[in-house]
């Protein structure tokens, strides 16, 4: 008859394959836990999981850094992962609601959330992501739509961008965002202009065709 009491912090489906094989021990690790290193131990068997989609990861990896003070480094060391990885899983708890929940049901890969995760526009992030869906996007097709977009805010104004007044330069942003994809605002000091939106395909217009008619 033992005297101790003992809890199990991982492995519990191994224990219970173990009793259902008839199995009378099975090996264990035993150590000791103060709560606070119980609750961390166990969140992190959770995350070992391989069926965990990428959010769920993300949100663990988060939990850790909120609840336990753990640094980048730290969580790496624990769950066995490059620190470059833990980072960009938990870039991806900022995104939007509707990104989120595309890549809860994988919908869009790590890949693809990793890219939109670079981008700083929320807007933009739930259009990209949609087109990912739709059109079947490749995570190489994404980073290129991305890496326009950022060289176009860089500074390559135009001069008539310049001229400008900032609520203008805003709606034409907010416009971009929109269509996900560069759109040219264009106006003469009588009121009258233009908005160009640029498509590369024909694949792309029908996209900026449903998205205004879903308005």
């Given at each position: 008859m033992h005297d101790k009491a003992y809890q199990i912090i991982s492995g519990e489906r191994r224990y219970r394959a173990g009793k259902l094989a008839g199995l009378a021990e099975?090996?264990?690790?035993?150590?000791?836990?103060?709560?606070?290193?119980?609750?961390?131990?166990a969140l992190i068997e959770n995350i070992q999981r391989e069926d965990l989609n990428a959010m769920e990861v993300a949100i663990s990896y988060s939990r850790l850094a909120a609840d336990y003070k753990?640094?980048?480094?730290q969580i790496?060391?624990?769950?066995g992962k490059e620190r470059s990885t833990v980072t960009n899983y938990l870039r991806l708890v900022n995104l939007p609601q509707y990104v989120t929940d595309a890549i809860r049901d994988?919908?869009?890969?790590?890949?693809?959330?990793?890219?939109?995760?670079?981008?700083?526009?929320?807007?933009?992030?739930?259009a990209l992501c949609r087109?990912?869906?739709?059109?079947?996007?490749?995570?190489?097709?994404?980073?290129?739509i991305i890496s326009g977009y950022n060289e176009d805010r860089k500074g390559k104004i135009s001069k008539a961008d310049k001229r400008l007044p900032d609520h203008l330069r805003n709606i034409q942003d907010q416009f971009s965002a929109f269509f996900g994809t560069?759109?040219?605002?264009?106006?003469?000091?009588?009121?009258?202009?233009q908005l160009v939106v640029n498509f590369g395909t024909d694949a792309e217009l029908n996209r900026l065709i449903d998205a205004i008619e879903k308005q």
């Amino acid at each position: 008859m033992h005297d101790k009491a003992y809890q199990i912090i991982s492995g519990e489906r191994r224990y219970r394959a173990g009793k259902l094989a008839g199995l009378a021990e099975i090996p264990a690790y035993v150590r000791l836990a103060n709560d606070q290193e119980l609750l961390e131990m166990a969140l992190i068997e959770n995350i070992q999981r391989e069926d965990l989609n990428a959010m769920e990861v993300a949100i663990s990896y988060s939990r850790l850094a909120a609840d336990y003070k753990l640094t980048h480094d730290q969580i790496a060391g624990r769950v066995g992962k490059e620190r470059s990885t833990v980072t960009n899983y938990l870039r991806l708890v900022n995104l939007p609601q509707y990104v989120t929940d595309a890549i809860r049901d994988r919908r869009i890969s790590m890949g693809h959330a990793r890219a939109l995760a670079a981008v700083d526009d929320i807007s933009l992030q739930n259009a990209l992501c949609r087109q990912i869906i739709e059109e079947d996007l490749s995570v190489r097709a994404v980073e290129k739509i991305i890496s326009g977009y950022n060289e176009d805010r860089k500074g390559k104004i135009s001069k008539a961008d310049k001229r400008l007044p900032d609520h203008l330069r805003n709606i034409q942003d907010q416009f971009s965002a929109f269509f996900g994809t560069k759109v040219a605002l264009k106006r003469s000091e009588s009121g009258k202009g233009q908005l160009v939106v640029n498509f590369g395909t024909d694949a792309e217009l029908n996209r900026l065709i449903d998205a205004i008619e879903k308005q």
